[in-house]
Nanobody, 115 residues
Framework: QVQLVESGGGLVQPGGSLSLSCTAS????????MGWYRQAPGKQRELVAD???????NYADSVKGRFTISRDDGPNTVYLQMNSLKPEDTGVYYC?????????WGQGTQVTVSS
């Protein structure tokens, strides 16, 4: 059974930075990618960034140049460094792990960007 444990998030002023981390436990045999999604109030969940086990990354246009996703295979952890945060980045951020099409989700962590 796969479990994802997230940490990070919180309240930050516009222009500030936050970092998120997510550690996956369980079998890594079929793991193909990990990433972050977010959901703002009243909106659908959307991809923020993901990174495949072979290295390539993918970012939403709205975060390119501001967010950086990285991973550490040792503890099977994915990180999201968020810089130059904007109020529209506010939402619940969910860690995702893709196991050959089977998706697992973390519990979500709140990110609030507000002055």
């Amino acid at each position: 059974q796969v479990q994802l444990v997230e940490s990070g998030g919180g309240l930050v002023q516009p222009g500030g930075s936050l970092s998120l981390s997510c550690t996956a436990s369980g079998s890594m045999f079929r793991l193909r990618s990990m990433g972050w999604y977010r959901q703002a109030p009243g909106k659908q969940r959307e991809l923020v960034a993901d990174i495949s086990t072979s290295g390539p990354t993918n970012y939403a246009d709205s975060v390119k140049g501001r967010f950086t996703i990285s991973r550490d295979d040792g503890p099977n952890t994915v990180y999201l460094q968020m810089n130059s945060l904007k109020p529209e980045d506010t939402g619940v951020y969910y860690c995702n792990a893709n196991y050959l099409g089977d998706h697992y989700w973390g519990q979500g962590t709140q990110v609030t960007v507000s002055s």
